[in-house]
């Protein structure tokens, strides 16, 4: 800002400097009309810093003109600094933008995509004009920016739009300052633009206009791939039983339920139940997948979402999307374009090999995607945003955290739900979604997507923080490089730190970490735990008692089997006639060997092979077609009406443990009284909570700690989230959640970021 008590000359000069999200969201355009608005001349260009400009006026209209691009900044703009300087005068008159600079370092940021504004739409359904129905229309408010980026400064020529030339309209638009396309990048029109296509799995054209073709194919009950703006969808009629079931078979997706995409709000209202929250959500700029309860008279098909109470539900988010939405008129699936556990296909030659034994047709366009980027996921707790997986609309918009990164840092991230970041400065970069790191096609992403990330933000990583489990191939990654100084990062450590400079928190703080398995310090298999921690350092304080999981990996896939682990330990040879026994009488012995001889079977202390276990029990879940699905079968059965918990057994002592199998044993007492299934998954849940509160208690008498961090993937389930913060605020607790980055895996590299930066930062 200018200073006000500094005397200026009746006409002087000032150079600025604006940073923050402040490319590809009309702001040159928008200090083009300031200028005007206030009468001062000079001109606006972009570099790799962001926004420079060097205006000449009068001091007091100089002075308003700097308040104003604060205050009225674009919507879309994020303002982080605005700097000056004064300069000579020059006697310049006129305002104008100049062209980009280039320079070494990069501090620009580049926006997310952003979803069909309002005034675009208008003109792709308009009676008539030149964009009618084009579904490439876009503005300075609107479109793709992170998907097509190729470098920066974002212009035109680093963007994959590069190769399509500006017809005289479109350059007239572009040039105009009283046009809302002043100086939008993707700009296009029929005459100069990208054009869609329709083709059978044969590579053969169809005839007839893409759109109508592709829509009367999925009223058919075909499959059809969608060129996408961050990658392919695959596509078929959401009450269409026989397609969608289809669509699982080809996509070798067994259970695990599919987005459904309405073209409106009043769709999605037949479908869901909707709270304000939940609106704004699905109608905003970002256009997430959110996950929202199912009404008993939703006309989608059963194979859509296999006993699920809750819907994933998506409005179009492009102009491609809104002309299918409208033209088929019902709810559409619409799904990855890959095989399940591969990335994303966002390239054109690559899409059609994986997808045509998939997919009966496939709506092509030629604008290259240059960045894979999956849709992203929320849920709404207590009406604040709960991410399970952030990505397009989201990434790559930064994350400002209270941590200084000194040195440039790159954070690799776990191994399922994998992101990684980069990080520099107070700024950390989190990178879309790139899924399970099990093999060549996902590894490739994770390693193409950080050599994107470090050029497009200049950052050199001086350090390279990484999960402690040696056979991640994230962590064999961060140790194969060589070229920068490694840091290991404890699993749940870091899911506690996630969770803190998600709300801007140094601890110390009791953290709750549950999910899956992460790697111990102790060599063991963590993943119920309670850590006194902070940013620095952690005191595993508690967790849940250890059990063996029989076959290793085995029990991962196959619940059954820490079903039998959790029996053999509370019943011996006397364990109950289960129906879950009785599933299984050929195995069971030489599974319960395997748990009593330590023999293949690796001590753990997860929540989520609890959870496992439970399920297998109550809800016959033996087998898991994708990871978590067990432990959400039993949320998806409790019944939330139910108050009632088993007691669970929290041991005193350094550390702590909790029993869990206090709550098989509560679960099979149930089932052998005639207990129906909701009640006992509800009892689990309760009881569980309870327990974990009860240890939050006992921790905060010990050490005076009053605030709690929760994290882990375990806090994706909403009935135990819901519990658990309720009954900590009801002992005073300040309780910390997820909001910016997922609880799960997904959000592990923020956590390793910021424990690395503030290990080195410490004396």
Same mark, same amino acid.
């Given at each position: 800002m200018i200073d006000p008590g500094v005397e200026l000359p009746a006409r002087t000069r000032i150079r600025i400097r604006v940073e923050g999200t402040v490319q590809g969201v009309g702001f040159r355009p928008f200090v083009y009309a300031l200028a005007a608005e206030h009468g001062v001349a000079g001109f606006v260009g972009n570099d790799c810093g962001g926004v420079f400009a060097e205006v000449e006026g009068d001091p007091p209209a100089l002075a308003a003109f700097v308040g104003a691009l604060e205050r009225r900044a674009p919507p879309l703009a994020v303002v982080e600094r605005v700097t000056t300087e004064p300069i000579p005068a020059v006697g310049e008159r006129g305002f104008r933008i100049a062209p980009s600079e280039d320079a070494e370092a990069r501090r620009a940021l580049v926006p997310p995509d952003l979803a069909t504004c309002e005034d675009c739409l208008a003109e792709v359904f308009a009676p008539s004009g030149?964009?009618?129905?084009?579904?490439?229309?876009?503005?300075?408010?609107?479109?793709?920016?992170?998907?097509?980026?190729?470098?920066?400064p974002y212009d035109r020529a680093a963007t994959t739009m590069a190769g399509f030339a500006l017809c005289d309209d479109c350059a007239g638009e572009y040039k105009d300052p009283e046009d809302r396309r002043f100086h939008a990048q993707p700009v296009c029109c029929p005459a100069c633009g990208p054009a869609l296509r329709f083709h059978g799995p044969n590579g053969r054209p169809v005839r007839g206009e893409p759109v109508e073709v592709a829509a009367r194919w999925l009223r058919q009950g075909r499959i /059809?791939? $969608?060129?996408? @703006?961050?990658?392919?969808?695959?596509? !078929?009629?959401?009450?269409?039983? &026989?397609?969608?079931?289809?669509?699982?078979?080809?996509?070798?997706?067994?259970?695990?339920?599919?987005? /459904?995409? $309405?073209?409106? @709000?009043?769709?999605?209202?037949?479908? !869901?139940?909707?709270?304000?929250? &939940?609106?704004?959500?699905?109608?905003?700029?970002r256009r997430p997948i959110v996950l929202l309860p199912r009404r008993l008279d939703a006309r989608v098909a059963q194979a859509v979402a296999?006993?699920?109470r809750h819907l994933g539900i998506m409005l179009p988010y492009t102009p491609l999307h809104h002309l299918l939405a409208r033209r088929v008129a019902r709810p559409i699936v619409l799904t990855s374009g890959n095989v399940s556990d591969e990335p994303i296909a966002h390239r054109d030659e690559d899409a059609v090999t994986r997808l045509s034994g998939i997919a009966d047709g496939f709506l092509l366009h030629d604008r290259p995607i240059h960045v894979r980027a999956d849709d992203s996921v929320v849920r709404l707790f207590r009406g604040r945003e709960l991410p399970l997986r952030r990505s397009r609309g989201y990434v790559p918009s930064p994350?400002?955290?209270?941590?200084?990164?000194?040195?440039?840092?790159?954070?690799?991230?776990?191994?399922?739900?994998?992101?990684?970041?980069?990080?520099?400065?107070?700024?950390?970069?989190?990178?879309?979604?790139?899924?399970?790191?099990?093999?060549?096609e996902t590894l490739r992403s994770f390693t193409e997507g950080i050599?994107?990330?470090?050029?497009?933000?200049?950052?050199?990583?001086?350090?390279?923080?990484?999960?402690?489990?040696?056979?991640?191939?994230?962590?064999?990654?961060?140790?194969?490089?060589?070229?920068?100084?490694t840091a290991a990062v404890q699993h749940h450590h870091a899911h506690i730190a996630s969770c803190l400079a998600d709300n801007g928190h140094d601890g110390p703080v009791i953290g709750i970490a549950l999910d899956g398995l992460g790697y111990g310090d102790d060599g063991t298999l963590w993943g119920g735990e309670l850590l006194v921690a902070d940013l620095a350092g952690y005191e595993r304080a508690g967790h849940l008692e250890t059990v063996p999981m029989p076959g290793g990996a085995a029990?991962?896939?196959?619940?059954?089997?820490m079903a039998a682990a959790h029996l053999d330990a509370l019943y011996g040879d006397d364990v109950p006639d289960l129906a879950v026994v009785r599933r299984h009488p050929d195995q069971w012995a030489s599974v319960t060997t395997l748990a009593r001889t330590r023999t293949n079977a690796p001590s753990t202390s997860s929540a989520g092979r609890l959870f496992d276990a439970v399920s297998a029990i109550v809800c016959g879940r033996d087998t898991a077609a994708y990871e978590g699905q067990a432990a959400i079968e039993l949320e998806q059965r409790a019944d939330t009406g139910e108050r009632g918990g088993y007691a669970m057994t929290v041991t005193d002592g350094a550390p702590l443990l909790l029993r869990g199998t206090d709550l098989v044993r509560g679960a099979v007492d149930d089932l052998a009284s005639g207990v129906g299934p909701g009640r006992i998954a509800a009892?689990?849940?309760?009881?569980?909570?309870?327990?974990?509160?009860?240890?939050?208690?006992?921790?905060?008498?010990?050490?005076?700690?009053?605030?709690?961090?929760?994290?882990?993937?375990?806090?994706?389930?909403?009935?135990?989230?819901?519990?658990?913060?309720?009954?900590?605020e009801r002992e005073n607790f300040t309780v910390l959640v997820h909001s910016r980055v997922p609880p799960?895996?997904?959000?592990?590299?923020?956590?390793?970021?910021?424990?690395?930066?503030?290990?080195?930062?410490?004396?």
């Open positions: 030149r964009r009618r129905h084009y579904a490439f229309t876009n503005c300075t408010g609107c479109g793709p920016r992170f998907t097509i980026v190729t470098g920066v /059809v791939a $969608v060129k996408g @703006l961050g990658g392919y969808h695959l596509a !078929v009629l959401a009450d269409h039983e &026989a397609a969608v079931t289809a669509l699982r078979d080809r996509k070798h997706r067994e259970a695990k339920p599919f987005a /459904v995409m $309405v073209p409106d @709000l009043d769709a999605a209202r037949t479908l !869901v139940g909707l709270e304000e929250a &939940a609106e704004r959500l699905l109608s905003g700029t296999p006993g699920a994350l400002t955290v209270r941590t200084r990164f000194a040195r440039p840092l790159l954070a690799c991230g776990a191994e399922l739900k994998n992101t990684f970041c980069v990080a520099s400065g107070d700024r950390v970069f989190l990178s879309p979604h790139i899924g399970d790191l099990e093999n060549y050599e994107h990330f470090c050029r497009l933000f200049g950052v050199r990583p001086q350090i390279i923080a990484h999960d402690l489990h040696p056979d991640y191939l994230s962590t064999k990654y961060a140790l194969e490089r060589g070229d920068a100084e029990a991962v896939r196959e619940p059954w089997r009892r689990f849940h309760n009881g569980l909570a309870f327990a974990l509160v009860r240890a939050a208690c006992a921790l905060r008498d010990r050490t005076g700690l009053r605030v709690a961090a929760l994290s882990g993937g375990v806090f994706q389930n909403m009935i135990l989230l819901e519990r658990v913060v309720t009954g900590l799960n895996d997904g959000g592990i590299c923020l956590g390793q970021a910021v424990v690395a930066a503030t290990r080195l930062a410490t004396p």
